[in-house]
């Protein structure tokens, strides 16, 4: 196999260059991914004004409208519309403010519950670890999607339950990396002088091992961003998610899947539009990491 | 007069997967206020589970520490805030003492925040502790690794004196920075205790280091101590074997001289099962048959100076 592979070398400056391109150069700020994530954003903030149809307006004479560009498209339906004439554009819009308000509560929620209880369990040890640690492998072990059948059919549907299955199954990652963290964290010696001083306890935790924990709270937490708008897309594509006339990308997915053949916009669009969020959220995190590490921040 | 530190039959054990590790058994040791009083022993003979117990880092298990008379052990609350700020320390590597991502004002201020000092008086005294190691007042706003080695170490030692204590632990001050850098280091602390009256326990692995800066010597083996004494006569005349090889193993300048062969074997004892007895008869080069039976007693062979070994009993 080590024919046919680049040289390491070789390879490396290969996907650098690649990857900077999308970042705009190494350490530099990521115009694309940011103006992607901004999007993003301004959709889920300003969608309402910014949509030129209403997301859920059915006009069954304009159903199956390629994109723009496409033979047989119209400029009134930039993208497209669906099955029910519905235009893709303004759901794809209307679909961003689902996804970003779930993204987000469900980060900072698991991330807050994570970090907390990671921390506890790093620091303390003994028992509190021991019962935090199951209580993470308990979480693990059970599989995400059974688990949230189980809520869909017992809570009531809509954003806040799927922030629920999110945050159930997010945490643990949140929780073992921070205490692993925390373990290499609390034999530095830094942590055994502050005590000397007379430092409290939970001052030690504020200024002493969370800003060194932001470095890795800030990766999880936009990688997650990614895989959270993806998980979210999952659960509304099986139906367990945001439910319709809510829409969500997931769900367009779902719906636009029985037209595959016939209307290829119905799943590109949806679907570029989660691998856009996912990959920027992920470039800019990058990023902010360099920014926020006080070493590199001098280079 | 008495001790500005005491300790007497000062034990710290851990409970591991596999039995009880005994890093420290039955320490006894007087520091008098304003001396150098060292620790030496080989890695893993207890002298920093020793000064982490006396930081109260660790749980003591049996025996007492008493700081100026009073029980340390025992202390709660304000007493303890108050040992808190008496007794401070210095660690080996001044890469890991610095938290990474404080500025050196915020690193030097927390303890005196800790300790309730007012806001108005919290930066003249960073200054001052800085102009006190020898570092320019500008230093305050910058973070640790803009600093070298030799720096940190000023820094870690000016963040140990800004509560201005009375005893300073002192694990391995040196022995982390470049050879060039260790005279610096070590004529600052020589410096700083005699212009503040400190007292420094000096935790060490060097003998030269102990030789050159200490007035008083404590030698550990397996978490007990086998000998005390002033330095000079200790050095000039050890009692214990343990102390004689080890002092035989240190290299001589000339290389032509006679070397006292190095009579140890083996290799340090585990301290979840130490021997029996006398914990370094295994490897002694003069043991005898009693020494497998009884751990020796102390026994004072000179003013100041006792040794534990059945060849002084």
Redesign the interface.
Known sequence: MTETTLPRPLLGRLLRGAASRIRGGEGGFPWLAASVLATVLACALFGPWIAPHEAGAISLADAMTPPAWEEGGSSEFLLGTDNLGRDILSRIIAGARVSAVVALYAIVISGLIGAVLGMAAGYFGGVVDALISRLIDIQMSVPSIPLAMLFAAVLPPGEAMVIFIIVLSYWTWYARIVRGEVLSLRE???I?????????TP?IFI??LA??L?NILLVLATLQFGSVIVFEAGLSFLGLGIQPPQVSWGGMLADGRNFIEVAWWLITIPGIAIMAACLASNLVGDWLRDTFD??RR?I | MTALLELEDVACHFRVPGGLVRAVDGVSLQVQKGETYALVGESGCGKSTLAKTILRLHPLVAGTIRFDGEDVAAMRGADAKRYRSRVQAVFQDPYSSLNPRLRVRTILAEPLRAHGVARADIAPRVDRVLGLVGLPASSATLYPHEFSGGQRQRIAIARALILEPDLVVLDEPISALDVSIRAQILSLLEKLQQELGLTYLLIAHDLALVEYAADKVAVMYLGEIVETGPVEPLFEAPKHPYTQTLLAAVPHPDPTAPRASADIRGEVASALTPPSGCRFHPRCPSCLPICNQHAPKTVTVAPTHTVACHLHD
């Open positions: 530095r010696d830094f055994a002088l502050a005590k000397i001083a007379g430092v409290a001052i200024r002493h800003p060194n932001l006080p070493v001098q």
